[in-house]
């Protein structure tokens, strides 16, 4: 257990669903991540949120929507995927990285999802 | 921004010889941390190595930090199944993205 909770752990979705992952994070940390796992591209930042503000979106594409209501969650809305976006999707918080310190990422188990 | 490169990109070894990972920027950097995934898990975080020439050990694994911030290396000595999965370095680039590397995939023969 890390303290960072993901759900669901396995998801198919067809490419017209709309399908929301959810990450939750006891740690009382101000950073949340969005990474994508594939074979292609290991371990790919997706989004980074500080203090429930979008600090980062690495160029990712509008079928993907995060949202961020407080600190504590996270979410990562899903619609119109295509097949290449089946992928291990994982969350991760941290401290605030501008301090200097102890910012090891917590990582939740990840959602497998596969796009049909 | 900042990148790293990792290499090797696999390495599979015998059970009981040593293994090394590197990971190389063009950049000063101001620290490197050092997580592993286990097959089928999450990365967890191994370490974080802040200062010029830093070495630090965790029982059989040792973290050097280069001299010139540039690089640095994860090294294993007499490996074990234990051992197997894939090790990632990871940088901040800009002032709130954490980036990994390519990550080293290590398999195991026993």
């Known amino acids: 257990e890390t303290g960072v909770t993901q759900t669901p752990r396995h998801l198919v979705m067809g490419m017209t669903n709309k399908k929301s992952l959810k990450c939750e994070q006891h740690l009382g940390h101000n950073a949340m991540y969005w990474y994508k796992q594939s074979a292609k591209k290991p371990l790919e930042l997706m989004f980074v949120?500080?203090?429930?503000?979008?600090?980062e979106n690495n160029s990712v594409p509008s079928r993907f929507s995060p949202e961020c209501p407080n600190s504590s969650h996270l979410f990562l809305h899903l619609h119109t995927l295509q097949p290449e976006d089946s992928a291990l999707y994982l969350c991760?918080?941290?401290?605030?990285?501008?301090?200097?310190?102890?910012?090891?990422?917590?990582f939740g188990q990840g959602t497998r999802l596969t796009v049909v | 921004g900042q990148q790293v490169m990792q290499i090797p990109q696999y390495q599979h070894v015998q059970e009981g010889e040593d293994f090394t990972t590197y990971c190389n920027s063009s950049t000063t950097l101001s620290n490197i941390q050092w997580y592993k995934q286990r097959p089928g898990g999450h990365p967890v975080f191994l370490i974080q190595l802040v200062k010029s020439g830093e070495v630090k050990k965790q029982k059989r694994l040792t973290f050097q930090f280069g001299e010139a911030k540039k690089n640095s290396s994860l090294h294993i000595t007499a490996t074990q199944t234990t051992d197997v999965g894939t090790y990632f370095c990871?940088?901040?680039?800009?002032?709130?993205?954490?980036?990994f590397g390519q990550g080293t995939r290590l398999t195991i023969n026993p």
């Open positions: 991760a918080s941290s401290q605030d990285l501008r301090f200097l310190g102890s910012y090891e990422a917590f």
């Open positions: 990871a940088v901040i680039q800009g002032a709130q993205k954490l980036v």
């Open positions: 949120y500080n203090f429930k503000e979008q600090t």
